[in-house]
Protein backbone atom coordinates (compact mmCIF):
# COMPACT_ATOMS: atom_id res chain seq x y z
CA UNK A 1 0.00 0.00 0.00
CA UNK A 2 1.48 2.93 -1.02
CA UNK A 3 0.87 6.70 -2.26
CA UNK A 4 0.44 7.85 -5.69
CA UNK A 5 0.18 11.28 -7.29
CA UNK A 6 1.47 13.03 -10.51
CA UNK A 7 0.88 15.73 -13.14
CA UNK A 8 0.74 17.00 -17.15
CA UNK A 9 2.23 20.02 -17.40
CA UNK A 10 0.85 22.31 -20.06
CA UNK A 11 3.93 21.97 -21.92
CA UNK A 12 7.47 20.85 -22.12
CA UNK A 13 9.68 20.88 -19.37
CA UNK A 14 12.94 19.23 -19.57
CA UNK A 15 13.39 16.97 -16.94
CA UNK A 16 16.90 17.78 -15.32
CA UNK A 17 16.97 14.19 -12.62
CA UNK A 18 16.04 16.53 -9.92
CA UNK A 19 12.70 16.52 -7.15
CA UNK A 20 13.06 20.37 -8.56
CA UNK A 21 9.40 19.93 -10.41
CA UNK A 22 5.93 20.29 -9.48
CA UNK A 23 5.45 16.75 -7.97
CA UNK A 24 8.26 16.90 -5.16
CA UNK A 25 6.42 20.14 -3.60
CA UNK A 26 3.14 18.19 -2.87
CA UNK A 27 4.69 14.58 -2.38
CA UNK A 28 5.68 15.11 1.25
CA UNK A 29 1.26 15.53 1.99
CA UNK A 30 0.98 12.09 1.35
CA UNK A 31 4.32 10.51 3.03
CA UNK A 32 2.47 9.02 5.60
CA UNK A 33 1.12 6.19 3.12
CA UNK A 34 4.51 5.24 2.29
CA UNK A 35 7.38 6.26 4.61
CA UNK A 36 9.70 3.19 3.94
CA UNK A 37 10.55 5.22 0.04
CA UNK A 38 9.69 7.82 -2.00
CA UNK A 39 10.28 8.47 -5.62
CA UNK A 40 9.80 10.70 -8.56
CA UNK A 41 9.90 10.01 -12.59
CA UNK A 42 9.59 12.81 -15.17
CA UNK A 43 9.03 12.05 -19.23
CA UNK A 44 8.50 13.80 -22.38
CA UNK A 45 5.37 12.20 -24.07
CA UNK A 46 3.41 14.39 -27.26
CA UNK A 47 4.82 17.64 -26.30
CA UNK A 48 3.95 17.50 -22.37
CA UNK A 49 6.12 16.85 -19.48
CA UNK A 50 4.81 13.83 -17.05
CA UNK A 51 5.85 13.54 -13.56
CA UNK A 52 4.55 10.63 -11.27
CA UNK A 53 5.42 10.57 -7.76
CA UNK A 54 5.29 7.65 -5.13
CA UNK A 55 5.43 6.79 -1.30
CA UNK A 56 6.28 3.52 -0.60
CA UNK A 57 4.98 1.35 2.04
CA UNK A 58 7.01 -1.83 1.93
CA UNK A 59 5.01 -4.98 2.01
CA UNK A 60 6.25 -7.63 -0.99
CA UNK A 61 10.08 -7.56 -2.14
CA UNK A 62 11.23 -5.23 0.42
CA UNK A 63 14.48 -4.13 -1.78
CA UNK A 64 14.85 -1.37 -4.21
CA UNK A 65 13.49 -3.62 -6.88
CA UNK A 66 10.19 -2.65 -5.60
CA UNK A 67 10.67 0.70 -6.29
CA UNK A 68 8.49 2.84 -7.43
CA UNK A 69 7.33 4.70 -9.78
CA UNK A 70 8.50 2.09 -12.31
CA UNK A 71 9.18 1.83 -16.34
CA UNK A 72 8.55 -1.64 -17.77
CA UNK A 73 11.55 -3.50 -19.34
CA UNK A 74 11.28 -2.07 -22.51
CA UNK A 75 10.68 1.41 -21.16
CA UNK A 76 7.30 1.85 -23.18
CA UNK A 77 5.15 2.18 -19.78
CA UNK A 78 5.92 3.95 -16.36
CA UNK A 79 3.75 2.95 -13.35
CA UNK A 80 2.55 4.27 -10.21
CA UNK A 81 0.73 2.02 -8.27
CA UNK A 82 -0.92 1.48 -4.79
CA UNK A 83 -2.67 -1.61 -3.63
CA UNK A 84 -1.70 -5.01 -3.90
CA UNK A 85 -2.45 -7.72 -7.17
CA UNK A 86 -3.09 -11.05 -5.00
CA UNK A 87 -3.00 -13.30 -8.21
CA UNK A 88 0.16 -11.40 -9.40
CA UNK A 89 2.25 -14.75 -9.20
CA UNK A 90 0.05 -16.71 -11.90
CA UNK A 91 -0.20 -13.61 -14.04
CA UNK A 92 3.82 -13.36 -13.36
CA UNK A 93 3.96 -17.53 -14.76
CA UNK A 94 2.65 -16.35 -18.25
CA UNK A 95 5.42 -13.29 -18.67
CA UNK A 96 9.00 -13.58 -19.91
CA UNK A 97 11.59 -12.61 -17.89
CA UNK A 98 13.98 -11.71 -16.43
CA UNK A 99 12.52 -9.67 -13.65
CA UNK A 100 14.74 -7.58 -11.09
CA UNK A 101 12.59 -9.19 -8.24
CA UNK A 102 9.38 -10.52 -6.67
CA UNK A 103 7.47 -7.17 -6.21
CA UNK A 104 3.55 -7.54 -7.59
CA UNK A 105 4.25 -3.81 -9.24
CA UNK A 106 7.12 -5.25 -11.42
CA UNK A 107 4.13 -8.16 -12.64
CA UNK A 108 1.88 -5.00 -13.40
CA UNK A 109 4.34 -3.08 -15.58
CA UNK A 110 5.11 -5.96 -17.48
CA UNK A 111 1.56 -7.35 -18.49
CA UNK A 112 1.10 -4.02 -19.56
CA UNK A 113 4.20 -4.21 -21.89
CA UNK A 114 2.96 -7.68 -22.86
CA UNK A 115 -0.95 -7.91 -23.42
CA UNK A 116 -1.79 -3.74 -22.81
CA UNK A 117 -4.25 -1.98 -20.49
CA UNK A 118 -7.19 -3.97 -21.13
CA UNK A 119 -5.95 -7.18 -20.89
CA UNK A 120 -4.19 -6.79 -18.01
CA UNK A 121 -7.05 -4.71 -16.11
CA UNK A 122 -9.22 -8.06 -16.88
CA UNK A 123 -6.54 -10.40 -15.16
CA UNK A 124 -6.21 -8.08 -11.69
CA UNK A 125 -7.45 -9.55 -8.61
CA UNK A 126 -6.92 -7.17 -5.70
CA UNK A 127 -7.14 -3.64 -4.18
CA UNK A 128 -6.25 -0.82 -5.79
CA UNK A 129 -5.16 2.46 -7.54
CA UNK A 130 -2.96 2.78 -10.26
CA UNK A 131 -1.70 5.16 -12.97
CA UNK A 132 -0.05 3.80 -16.57
CA UNK A 133 1.77 5.70 -19.41
CA UNK A 134 2.03 4.80 -22.76
CA UNK A 135 4.92 6.88 -23.76
CA UNK A 136 4.43 5.22 -27.33
CA UNK A 137 0.34 5.76 -28.02
CA UNK A 138 0.67 9.27 -25.81
CA UNK A 139 -2.14 8.32 -22.80
CA UNK A 140 -2.24 8.42 -19.50
CA UNK A 141 -4.42 5.63 -17.90
CA UNK A 142 -5.38 6.29 -13.67
CA UNK A 143 -7.09 2.95 -12.80
CA UNK A 144 -9.16 2.41 -9.75
CA UNK A 145 -10.08 -1.41 -8.52
CA UNK A 146 -13.54 -2.91 -9.02
CA UNK A 147 -14.89 -2.94 -5.93
CA UNK A 148 -13.07 0.44 -4.69
CA UNK A 149 -11.20 -0.47 -1.97
CA UNK A 150 -8.36 1.93 -2.92
CA UNK A 151 -9.66 5.80 -4.41
CA UNK A 152 -7.89 8.06 -6.34
CA UNK A 153 -8.77 11.37 -6.92
CA UNK A 154 -8.05 13.81 -9.94
CA UNK A 155 -8.75 17.60 -11.99
CA UNK A 156 -11.79 17.67 -13.17
CA UNK A 157 -10.64 21.23 -15.65
CA UNK A 158 -7.24 21.89 -16.27
CA UNK A 159 -3.87 20.24 -16.45
CA UNK A 160 -4.48 16.66 -15.55
CA UNK A 161 -3.68 15.59 -12.07
CA UNK A 162 -3.95 12.96 -9.28
CA UNK A 163 -3.44 11.99 -6.31
CA UNK A 164 -4.25 9.12 -3.48
CA UNK A 165 -5.43 12.27 -1.34
CA UNK A 166 -7.25 15.41 -1.43
CA UNK A 167 -4.70 17.50 0.22
CA UNK A 168 -2.03 16.22 -2.16
CA UNK A 169 -4.04 17.25 -5.51
CA UNK A 170 -5.01 21.16 -4.00
CA UNK A 171 -1.26 21.40 -3.70
CA UNK A 172 -0.01 19.95 -6.83
CA UNK A 173 -2.71 21.82 -8.76
CA UNK A 174 -3.48 24.92 -7.01
CA UNK A 175 -7.17 24.53 -6.92
CA UNK A 176 -8.55 26.49 -4.07
CA UNK A 177 -10.44 24.37 -1.98
CA UNK A 178 -14.71 25.55 -2.26
CA UNK A 179 -17.61 23.65 -1.09
CA UNK A 180 -19.70 22.59 -3.99
CA UNK A 181 -23.53 23.23 -3.07
CA UNK A 182 -24.90 20.31 -5.38
CA UNK A 183 -22.16 17.68 -3.47
CA UNK A 184 -23.23 19.32 -0.07
CA UNK A 185 -26.88 18.31 -0.47
CA UNK A 186 -25.88 14.82 -1.79
CA UNK A 187 -23.85 14.28 1.47
CA UNK A 188 -27.05 15.74 3.46
CA UNK A 189 -28.93 13.05 1.59
CA UNK A 190 -26.68 9.90 2.01
CA UNK A 191 -23.76 11.19 4.77
CA UNK A 192 -21.30 11.05 1.79
CA UNK A 193 -21.24 11.94 -1.52
CA UNK A 194 -20.61 9.37 -4.66
CA UNK A 195 -17.99 8.99 -6.87
CA UNK A 196 -17.30 10.68 -9.28
CA UNK A 197 -18.24 13.90 -7.09
CA UNK A 198 -16.42 14.97 -4.12
CA UNK A 199 -17.66 17.78 -1.84
CA UNK A 200 -14.70 19.91 -3.14
CA UNK A 201 -15.49 21.92 -6.90
CA UNK A 202 -13.21 20.71 -9.43
CA UNK A 203 -12.07 17.71 -7.61
CA UNK A 204 -12.96 14.23 -8.46
CA UNK A 205 -13.03 10.70 -7.17
CA UNK A 206 -12.55 8.07 -9.71
CA UNK A 207 -15.29 5.42 -9.67
CA UNK A 208 -14.66 2.18 -8.76
CA UNK A 209 -14.09 -0.42 -11.74
CA UNK A 210 -13.41 2.60 -13.88
CA UNK A 211 -10.43 3.86 -16.05
CA UNK A 212 -9.72 7.32 -16.88
CA UNK A 213 -7.87 7.83 -20.06
CA UNK A 214 -6.15 10.86 -21.00
CA UNK A 215 -4.82 11.72 -24.75
CA UNK A 216 -1.86 13.57 -23.86
CA UNK A 217 -1.98 15.00 -27.77
CA UNK A 218 -5.42 16.41 -28.05
CA UNK A 219 -6.13 16.41 -24.42
CA UNK A 220 -9.34 14.70 -24.51
CA UNK A 221 -10.99 12.49 -21.64
CA UNK A 222 -12.63 9.44 -21.52
CA UNK A 223 -14.09 7.79 -18.57
CA UNK A 224 -14.99 4.24 -18.98
CA UNK A 225 -16.19 1.01 -17.20
CA UNK A 226 -14.42 -2.33 -17.04
CA UNK A 227 -16.63 -4.03 -15.12
CA UNK A 228 -18.55 -7.38 -16.33
CA UNK A 229 -21.69 -7.50 -14.26
CA UNK A 230 -22.48 -11.28 -13.04
CA UNK A 231 -24.92 -13.13 -15.03
CA UNK A 232 -24.21 -16.70 -13.98
CA UNK A 233 -26.36 -18.25 -11.61
CA UNK A 234 -25.56 -21.43 -9.17
CA UNK A 235 -27.60 -24.33 -9.57
CA UNK A 236 -26.49 -26.07 -6.52
CA UNK A 237 -28.34 -26.85 -3.66
CA UNK A 238 -27.83 -24.96 -0.47
CA UNK A 239 -24.99 -27.23 1.20
CA UNK A 240 -23.02 -27.27 -2.28
CA UNK A 241 -23.26 -23.85 -2.06
CA UNK A 242 -21.91 -23.42 1.27
CA UNK A 243 -18.95 -25.85 -0.27
CA UNK A 244 -18.09 -23.73 -2.93
CA UNK A 245 -18.21 -20.86 -0.74
CA UNK A 246 -16.28 -22.23 2.05
CA UNK A 247 -13.42 -23.18 -0.18
CA UNK A 248 -13.46 -19.65 -2.29
CA UNK A 249 -13.21 -17.59 0.89
CA UNK A 250 -10.50 -19.91 2.38
CA UNK A 251 -8.77 -19.31 -0.80
CA UNK A 252 -9.30 -15.72 -0.79
CA UNK A 253 -8.25 -15.55 2.60
CA UNK A 254 -5.03 -17.50 2.01
CA UNK A 255 -3.50 -15.55 -0.78
CA UNK A 256 -4.17 -12.20 0.96
CA UNK A 257 -2.09 -13.60 3.82
CA UNK A 258 0.70 -13.19 1.22
CA UNK A 259 3.44 -10.94 2.87
CA UNK A 260 6.86 -9.90 3.57
CA UNK A 261 5.88 -8.06 6.99
CA UNK A 262 3.65 -8.73 10.16
CA UNK A 263 -0.18 -10.05 9.46
CA UNK A 264 -2.98 -9.08 12.07
CA UNK A 265 -6.54 -8.94 11.97
CA UNK A 266 -8.88 -6.78 13.26
CA UNK A 267 -10.85 -8.36 15.37
CA UNK A 268 -15.11 -7.26 16.37
CA UNK A 269 -17.32 -9.21 18.26
CA UNK A 270 -19.47 -10.36 15.04
CA UNK A 271 -19.24 -13.45 12.69
CA UNK A 272 -16.98 -11.62 9.70
CA UNK A 273 -14.20 -10.82 11.18
CA UNK A 274 -14.22 -13.95 13.57
CA UNK A 275 -14.67 -15.93 9.98
CA UNK A 276 -11.35 -14.15 8.58
CA UNK A 277 -9.64 -14.83 11.34
CA UNK A 278 -10.74 -18.60 11.60
CA UNK A 279 -9.70 -19.07 8.46
CA UNK A 280 -6.57 -17.19 8.62
CA UNK A 281 -5.08 -18.59 11.78
CA UNK A 282 -5.02 -22.20 10.32
CA UNK A 283 -2.65 -20.89 7.41
CA UNK A 284 -0.91 -18.47 9.34
CA UNK A 285 -0.86 -19.26 13.25
CA UNK A 286 -0.22 -16.85 15.87
CA UNK A 287 -2.21 -14.08 14.49
CA UNK A 288 -2.92 -11.43 16.88
CA UNK A 289 -6.41 -9.60 17.19
CA UNK A 290 -7.06 -6.20 17.66
CA UNK A 291 -10.31 -5.17 19.08
CA UNK A 292 -11.62 -1.40 20.05
CA UNK A 293 -13.87 -0.78 22.59
CA UNK A 294 -15.54 1.60 25.13
CA UNK A 295 -15.71 1.82 29.31
CA UNK A 296 -17.65 -0.56 30.51
CA UNK A 297 -21.47 -0.38 30.75
CA UNK A 298 -21.40 0.73 27.06
CA UNK A 299 -23.55 -1.36 24.93
CA UNK A 300 -21.52 -0.77 21.60
CA UNK A 301 -18.71 -2.49 23.75
CA UNK A 302 -16.92 -5.28 21.13
CA UNK A 303 -14.23 -6.26 23.59
CA UNK A 304 -15.58 -9.21 25.58
CA UNK A 305 -17.19 -10.51 22.58
CA UNK A 306 -14.16 -10.04 20.58
CA UNK A 307 -12.06 -11.93 23.45
CA UNK A 308 -14.40 -14.96 23.68
CA UNK A 309 -13.51 -15.31 19.39
CA UNK A 310 -9.78 -14.56 20.19
CA UNK A 311 -9.64 -17.61 23.12
CA UNK A 312 -11.66 -20.06 21.34
CA UNK A 313 -9.42 -19.58 18.14
CA UNK A 314 -6.38 -19.60 20.36
CA UNK A 315 -5.59 -16.20 18.91
CA UNK A 316 -3.01 -13.24 20.67
CA UNK A 317 -5.54 -10.72 21.77
CA UNK A 318 -4.98 -6.92 22.07
CA UNK A 319 -7.22 -4.53 22.94
CA UNK A 320 -7.77 -0.52 23.57
CA UNK A 321 -10.52 0.65 25.55
CA UNK A 322 -11.77 4.38 25.00
CA UNK A 323 -13.64 7.18 27.03
CA UNK A 324 -15.33 10.04 25.97
CA UNK A 325 -12.48 11.92 26.12
CA UNK A 326 -10.45 9.64 23.95
CA UNK A 327 -13.30 9.96 20.96
CA UNK A 328 -13.26 13.60 21.35
CA UNK A 329 -9.75 14.11 20.99
CA UNK A 330 -9.49 12.73 17.37
CA UNK A 331 -12.14 13.65 16.14
CA UNK A 332 -9.89 16.86 14.34
CA UNK A 333 -7.44 14.22 13.33
CA UNK A 334 -9.64 12.30 11.56
CA UNK A 335 -11.50 14.86 9.60
CA UNK A 336 -7.73 15.87 8.43
CA UNK A 337 -7.56 12.47 7.34
CA UNK A 338 -10.27 11.36 5.96
CA UNK A 339 -10.11 15.10 4.34
CA UNK A 340 -13.98 14.67 2.98
CA UNK A 341 -17.17 14.85 5.56
CA UNK A 342 -18.95 11.09 6.10
CA UNK A 343 -21.74 10.13 8.65
CA UNK A 344 -20.05 7.41 9.69
CA UNK A 345 -19.50 7.48 13.32
CA UNK A 346 -17.41 4.16 13.92
CA UNK A 347 -14.28 6.30 11.89
CA UNK A 348 -13.65 7.81 15.64
CA UNK A 349 -13.51 4.11 16.74
CA UNK A 350 -11.40 3.34 13.92
CA UNK A 351 -8.50 5.77 14.34
CA UNK A 352 -7.25 4.40 17.53
CA UNK A 353 -7.96 0.35 16.61
CA UNK A 354 -5.40 1.22 13.56
CA UNK A 355 -2.83 2.71 15.71
CA UNK A 356 -3.02 -0.15 18.47
CA UNK A 357 -2.47 -2.57 15.39
CA UNK A 358 0.35 -0.36 14.25
CA UNK A 359 2.18 -1.18 17.32
CA UNK A 360 2.64 -4.90 16.24
CA UNK A 361 1.66 -5.36 12.39
CA UNK A 362 2.08 -4.03 9.42
CA UNK A 363 -0.91 -5.42 7.78
CA UNK A 364 -4.43 -6.65 8.40
CA UNK A 365 -6.70 -8.87 7.34
CA UNK A 366 -10.47 -7.13 7.99
CA UNK A 367 -13.90 -8.86 7.84
CA UNK A 368 -15.57 -5.48 6.29
CA UNK A 369 -17.29 -5.62 2.94
CA UNK A 370 -19.89 -8.79 4.03
CA UNK A 371 -23.30 -7.20 4.66
CA UNK A 372 -23.92 -5.41 1.31
CA UNK A 373 -23.21 -8.86 -1.04
CA UNK A 374 -24.59 -11.06 1.32
CA UNK A 375 -27.78 -8.67 2.83
CA UNK A 376 -26.69 -7.70 6.00
CA UNK A 377 -28.58 -4.46 6.75
CA UNK A 378 -31.99 -4.04 7.97
CA UNK A 379 -33.01 -1.96 4.98
CA UNK A 380 -32.97 -5.03 2.66
CA UNK A 381 -35.57 -6.38 4.73
CA UNK A 382 -37.61 -3.71 4.29
CA UNK A 383 -37.46 -4.02 0.69
CA UNK A 384 -37.85 -7.61 0.68
CA UNK A 385 -41.08 -6.40 2.78
CA UNK A 386 -42.35 -4.23 0.07
CA UNK A 387 -42.51 -6.99 -2.31
CA UNK A 388 -44.76 -8.87 -0.46
CA UNK A 389 -47.54 -5.74 0.38
CA UNK A 390 -50.01 -5.15 -1.75
CA UNK A 391 -50.49 -1.93 -2.01
CA UNK A 392 -47.16 -0.22 -0.91
CA UNK A 393 -48.42 3.62 -1.87
CA UNK A 394 -51.19 3.21 0.87
CA UNK A 395 -49.05 2.21 2.96
CA UNK A 396 -46.39 4.77 2.65
CA UNK A 397 -48.92 7.31 2.77
CA UNK A 398 -49.09 6.50 6.51
CA UNK A 399 -45.40 7.79 6.41
CA UNK A 400 -46.41 11.22 7.69
CA UNK A 401 -48.54 9.77 10.83
CA UNK A 402 -45.64 7.59 11.77
CA UNK A 403 -43.27 10.90 11.42
CA UNK A 404 -45.09 12.19 14.56
CA UNK A 405 -44.68 8.98 16.84
CA UNK A 406 -41.47 10.19 19.16
CA UNK A 407 -38.73 8.01 19.74
CA UNK A 408 -39.57 5.35 17.16
CA UNK A 409 -35.96 4.35 15.73
CA UNK A 410 -34.50 5.79 12.67
CA UNK A 411 -34.88 2.86 10.61
CA UNK A 412 -38.94 2.68 10.86
CA UNK A 413 -39.40 6.37 10.11
CA UNK A 414 -37.01 5.60 6.80
CA UNK A 415 -38.36 2.71 5.82
CA UNK A 416 -42.45 4.00 6.41
CA UNK A 417 -40.76 7.10 3.72
CA UNK A 418 -39.28 4.48 1.03
CA UNK A 419 -42.30 1.83 1.08
CA UNK A 420 -44.34 4.33 -1.37
CA UNK A 421 -42.09 5.02 -4.01
CA UNK A 422 -42.26 3.31 -7.15
CA UNK A 423 -39.05 4.59 -8.88
CA UNK A 424 -36.13 1.95 -7.84
CA UNK A 425 -33.34 4.98 -7.80
CA UNK A 426 -35.74 7.54 -6.04
CA UNK A 427 -36.70 4.74 -3.01
CA UNK A 428 -33.10 3.12 -3.00
CA UNK A 429 -32.30 6.62 -2.23
CA UNK A 430 -34.87 7.28 0.35
CA UNK A 431 -34.48 4.11 1.93
CA UNK A 432 -30.66 5.36 2.38
CA UNK A 433 -31.73 8.79 3.37
CA UNK A 434 -29.57 11.04 6.42
CA UNK A 435 -31.94 13.90 6.32
CA UNK A 436 -35.49 13.78 4.85
CA UNK A 437 -36.70 16.26 1.99
CA UNK A 438 -38.26 18.34 4.60
CA UNK A 439 -35.19 18.37 6.86
CA UNK A 440 -32.91 19.37 4.05
CA UNK A 441 -35.61 22.35 3.11
CA UNK A 442 -34.25 23.51 6.55
CA UNK A 443 -30.97 23.09 6.84
CA UNK A 444 -30.52 24.47 2.91
CA UNK A 445 -33.39 26.10 1.61
CA UNK A 446 -34.31 22.97 -1.01
CA UNK A 447 -35.68 19.84 -0.76
CA UNK A 448 -33.28 18.52 -3.59
CA UNK A 449 -31.29 15.41 -3.14
CA UNK A 450 -28.40 16.55 -5.06
CA UNK A 451 -26.67 13.79 -7.11
CA UNK A 452 -28.04 11.40 -4.93
CA UNK A 453 -30.36 9.90 -7.26
CA UNK A 454 -28.13 10.31 -10.40
CA UNK A 455 -25.68 8.19 -8.72
CA UNK A 456 -27.89 5.10 -7.86
CA UNK A 457 -29.13 5.37 -11.13
CA UNK A 458 -26.11 5.22 -12.69
CA UNK A 459 -25.19 1.95 -10.98
CA UNK A 460 -29.27 0.76 -11.60
CA UNK A 461 -28.48 0.96 -15.08
CA UNK A 462 -25.32 -0.96 -15.43
CA UNK A 463 -27.34 -4.17 -14.24
CA UNK A 464 -29.87 -3.36 -17.21
CA UNK A 465 -31.35 -6.55 -18.65
CA UNK A 466 -30.24 -9.10 -15.74
CA UNK A 467 -32.91 -10.68 -13.79
CA UNK A 468 -32.87 -10.14 -10.38
CA UNK A 469 -35.50 -8.86 -7.89
CA UNK A 470 -35.58 -5.26 -6.62
CA UNK A 471 -33.17 -6.33 -3.18
CA UNK A 472 -30.63 -7.51 -5.29
CA UNK A 473 -30.29 -4.67 -7.46
CA UNK A 474 -29.88 -2.56 -4.10
CA UNK A 475 -27.32 -5.03 -2.94
CA UNK A 476 -24.91 -4.81 -6.30
CA UNK A 477 -25.41 -0.99 -6.04
CA UNK A 478 -24.81 -0.80 -2.48
CA UNK A 479 -22.05 -2.82 -3.48
CA UNK A 480 -20.48 -0.38 -5.85
CA UNK A 481 -21.52 2.82 -4.51
CA UNK A 482 -22.34 3.02 -0.76
CA UNK A 483 -19.41 0.90 0.54
CA UNK A 484 -16.26 1.94 -1.67
CA UNK A 485 -17.14 6.04 -1.27
CA UNK A 486 -18.39 5.32 2.59
CA UNK A 487 -16.93 2.69 4.75
CA UNK A 488 -14.18 1.70 3.03
CA UNK A 489 -12.69 5.55 2.24
CA UNK A 490 -12.47 5.88 5.52
CA UNK A 491 -10.63 2.62 6.11
CA UNK A 492 -8.11 3.23 3.45
CA UNK A 493 -7.60 7.20 5.02
CA UNK A 494 -7.83 5.98 8.68
CA UNK A 495 -5.72 3.10 8.49
CA UNK A 496 -2.98 4.99 6.06
CA UNK A 497 -2.65 7.70 8.08
CA UNK A 498 -0.58 5.59 10.54
CA UNK A 499 0.98 3.39 7.51
CA UNK A 500 -1.21 0.06 8.11
CA UNK A 501 -2.90 -1.84 5.10
CA UNK A 502 -5.84 -3.15 5.42
CA UNK A 503 -7.00 -6.16 3.58
CA UNK A 504 -10.46 -6.73 2.70
CA UNK A 505 -11.05 -10.55 1.91
CA UNK A 506 -14.56 -10.47 1.83
CA UNK A 507 -14.26 -8.57 -1.51
CA UNK A 508 -11.90 -11.12 -3.45
CA UNK A 509 -12.79 -10.68 -6.95
CA UNK A 510 -13.24 -14.52 -7.72
CA UNK A 511 -14.94 -14.67 -4.22
CA UNK A 512 -17.65 -12.48 -5.07
CA UNK A 513 -18.36 -13.62 -8.58
CA UNK A 514 -19.29 -16.96 -6.83
CA UNK A 515 -21.55 -14.65 -4.00
CA UNK A 516 -23.06 -13.10 -7.11
CA UNK A 517 -24.28 -15.56 -8.42
CA UNK A 518 -26.25 -17.55 -6.01
CA UNK A 519 -30.13 -17.27 -5.96
CA UNK A 520 -31.03 -14.06 -3.44
CA UNK A 521 -32.78 -16.59 -1.46
CA UNK A 522 -28.70 -17.81 -0.49
CA UNK A 523 -27.75 -14.68 0.78
CA UNK A 524 -31.32 -12.85 2.59
CA UNK A 525 -34.31 -14.03 3.12
CA UNK A 526 -37.52 -12.16 4.82
CA UNK A 527 -35.96 -13.31 8.71
CA UNK A 528 -32.51 -14.09 7.79
CA UNK A 529 -29.62 -12.62 6.51
CA UNK A 530 -26.35 -13.57 4.98
CA UNK A 531 -27.94 -17.69 4.96
CA UNK A 532 -25.09 -19.40 3.39
CA UNK A 533 -22.21 -17.16 4.97
CA UNK A 534 -23.59 -18.31 8.28
CA UNK A 535 -24.23 -21.38 7.69
CA UNK A 536 -20.48 -22.29 6.59
CA UNK A 537 -19.26 -20.04 9.42
CA UNK A 538 -20.76 -22.67 11.29
CA UNK A 539 -18.08 -24.98 10.36
CA UNK A 540 -15.51 -22.86 11.74
CA UNK A 541 -17.06 -21.38 14.69
CA UNK A 542 -19.62 -22.03 17.38
CA UNK A 543 -22.88 -21.08 17.20
CA UNK A 544 -22.78 -18.64 20.05
CA UNK A 545 -20.27 -16.11 17.66
CA UNK A 546 -22.17 -16.70 14.47
CA UNK A 547 -25.66 -16.06 15.73
CA UNK A 548 -24.50 -13.06 18.02
CA UNK A 549 -26.60 -9.61 17.34
CA UNK A 550 -24.81 -7.17 15.26
CA UNK A 551 -23.72 -4.36 17.06
CA UNK A 552 -22.56 -2.71 13.79
CA UNK A 553 -19.00 -1.21 15.25
CA UNK A 554 -20.78 1.87 16.35
CA UNK A 555 -19.71 4.38 19.05
CA UNK A 556 -22.75 5.75 21.53
CA UNK A 557 -22.64 9.45 20.08
CA UNK A 558 -26.22 9.67 21.20
CA UNK A 559 -25.42 9.77 24.76
CA UNK A 560 -22.07 11.65 24.35
CA UNK A 561 -24.27 14.19 22.65
CA UNK A 562 -26.34 14.64 25.77
CA UNK A 563 -24.04 14.38 28.20
CA UNK A 564 -19.75 14.39 27.59
CA UNK A 565 -20.01 15.92 24.00
CA UNK A 566 -23.13 18.06 24.41
CA UNK A 567 -20.99 21.67 25.12
CA UNK A 568 -18.49 20.82 22.25
CA UNK A 569 -20.79 19.84 19.77
CA UNK A 570 -23.00 23.08 20.65
CA UNK A 571 -20.09 24.67 19.75
CA UNK A 572 -18.95 23.02 16.73
CA UNK A 573 -22.63 23.18 15.27
CA UNK A 574 -24.06 26.34 16.23
CA UNK A 575 -21.39 28.15 17.28
CA UNK A 576 -20.61 32.08 16.61
CA UNK A 577 -17.38 30.67 14.58
CA UNK A 578 -18.93 27.70 12.84
CA UNK A 579 -18.01 28.23 9.38
CA UNK A 580 -20.08 25.68 7.80
CA UNK A 581 -23.28 28.00 8.65
CA UNK A 582 -22.37 29.84 5.58
CA UNK A 583 -24.40 27.27 3.85
CA UNK A 584 -26.35 25.89 6.59
CA UNK A 585 -29.10 27.23 8.11
CA UNK A 586 -28.97 27.85 11.73
CA UNK A 587 -32.60 27.61 12.51
CA UNK A 588 -32.42 23.73 10.92
CA UNK A 589 -29.52 23.07 12.81
CA UNK A 590 -31.07 24.29 16.08
CA UNK A 591 -34.09 21.95 15.19
CA UNK A 592 -32.31 18.81 14.84
CA UNK A 593 -30.55 19.50 18.39
CA UNK A 594 -33.44 20.18 20.20
CA UNK A 595 -34.93 17.07 19.14
CA UNK A 596 -32.30 14.63 20.32
CA UNK A 597 -31.45 16.45 23.20
CA UNK A 598 -35.20 16.37 24.51
CA UNK A 599 -35.26 12.69 23.42
CA UNK A 600 -38.25 13.33 21.26
CA UNK A 601 -36.20 10.82 18.39
CA UNK A 602 -32.58 9.85 18.22
CA UNK A 603 -30.86 12.39 16.01
CA UNK A 604 -27.21 11.09 16.52
CA UNK A 605 -26.49 9.71 12.35
CA UNK A 606 -27.67 13.65 11.58
CA UNK A 607 -25.93 15.43 14.51
CA UNK A 608 -22.34 13.46 13.60
CA UNK A 609 -23.18 14.28 10.28
CA UNK A 610 -22.99 18.20 10.84
CA UNK A 611 -19.79 17.98 13.44
CA UNK A 612 -18.01 16.48 10.43
CA UNK A 613 -19.13 18.84 7.71
CA UNK A 614 -18.01 21.71 10.41
CA UNK A 615 -14.61 20.05 10.58
CA UNK A 616 -14.21 19.47 6.72
CA UNK A 617 -15.89 23.30 6.49
CA UNK A 618 -13.21 24.55 9.01
CA UNK A 619 -10.16 22.41 7.06
CA UNK A 620 -10.59 24.62 3.89
CA UNK A 621 -8.69 27.57 5.02
Not at 373 to 380: H, I, K, M, R, T
Not at 477 to 486: F, G, S
Not at 548 to 562: M, S
Request: with cysteine.
Amino acid sequence: MCGIIGIVHPGSVKPDGSEGLAVSGAIDLIGHRGPDGRGVESVNVAGHAVEFGHTRLSILDLSPAGAQPMFSRDRRWLVTFNGEIYNHISIRANLAGPFRGTSDTETLVESLAAFGLRRTVEKLDGMFAFAALDTVEGRLHIVRDPYGIKPVYYTEHGPLCFASEIKALLALSGLVPEPDMQALQTYLTLRFVPSPATVFKGVQRLRPGHVLTYDLAGGSREISSYITEQKDVFAGSLAEACDEYRDRLEQAVQSQLLSDVPVGVLLSGGIDSALVAAMAVRHKPGLAGFTVGFEKGVSECEIDDAAHTAAVLGMRHEYVRLGAGDLLDCVQDVAKSVEEPLGTTSMLAMWHLSALARRDVTVVLTGQGSDEPWGGYLLYQAELLRGRIPFPSLVGGLSGLVDRIPRLPDAVYRGMHMVGIADEAERFCEARALFTADERKLLTGSRDSGQAVAGIRYWLESLRGLAMESTERMMRVDTRMNLPDDLLLYGDKITMAVALEARVPMLDLQLMKFVNSLPLEYRVRLGRRKVVHKEMALRYLPSEIVNRPKKGFKIPFGTLARTDWKDYLHSVLLGNGAKYLSAIERRGVQLIWDRHQSGERDCSRQLFALMMLGCCFEGME
